[in-house]
Every structure is written in structure tokens, then in C-alpha cells.
């Protein structure tokens, strides 16, 4: 893979998913806005911060091995100025409870990390 390639993938896939979520969203409103209101909910601050509960979420991301997850997930970790001290290790935990398949879906995470950082 060439570098423009890499870079671009996580950001083409974050593009296309909120592309076409509206769509989906238009032939099945209710389940999009109950999905959506739980994403609220599960994500307000509260006894753990948003940064925590975006951590756990990616390390979620990386067990179950969800490549759009890894991509929407590190791209609101990015956002939320996570360091990549904080990233690795929330990855090695999920690589811990996920073994090979795991770090496998972390080595995505830190690449998706980096082309969102622009750390390439």
C-alpha cells in the first residue's frame, strides 16, 4: 500500500458511514433514533469522563474487530485529544482480552490514529 492509501482509509470510511446513515435512517427512523438516543446516553459524562468511555469503546472496537467502529471511534478519540500513550494503553488491553485477531485490529487503530493526527 502506498502512503496515500493509508491515509486516506479511515477517513473514507468515516465519510462514506455518515453518508449513508441518513439513508438508512430514512427507512428505519425508529431504530436510528433510539440507537442514537443511546449513543447520548451511554456517552454523557458522568462518573466516567467522555475520554474513558471512548477508550473503553475502542477497546470494545478492537476485540470485536469492527473496522468501521475503529474508524468512527478513533476519530472521537482524536478529537477528544487523547494522547498516544492513552491510545496504546487502551490497546493493550483490548489486545490482552482479544489476543492475535486483536492486535491485529489495533495495529488499524494506531494507523487510523496517525492519518487522523496527520502523525504519518
Known amino acids: ?11 473514507e470510511i468515516n465519510q462514506n458511514t455518515h453518508k449513508t446513515m441518513p439513508e438508512l435512517g430514512q427507512r428505519i427512523p425508529d431504530v436510528i433514533a433510539h440507537f442514537s438516543s443511546l449513543i447520548a446516553t451511554a456517552s454523557r459524562e458522568g462518573a466516567l469522563d467522555t475520554k ?4 473503553i469503546a ?20 482524536v478529537d477528544l485529544g487523547v494522547t498516544q500513550q492513552e491510545l496504546a494503553e487502551a490497546l ?4 490482552l482480552m ?7 485490529y489495533a495495529i ?7 492519518e487522523f493526527t496527520n502523525t504519518l
Open 52 to 55: 474513558t468511555k471512548e477508550l
Open 58 to 77: 475502542i477497546g470494545i472496537t478492537v476485540a470485536s474487530r469492527c473496522d468501521g467502529c475503529v474508524a468512527f471511534h478513533t476519530k472521537a478519540l
Open 1 to 11: 500500500m502506498i502512503k496515500g492509501e493509508i491515509m486516506s482509509k479511515f477517513t
Open 108 to 114: 488499524q487503530t494506531w494507523n487510523a490514529y496517525n
Open 98 to 104: 482479544g489476543g492475535g485477531p486483536s492486535f491485529m
Open 92 to 95: 493493550g488491553v483490548a489486545i
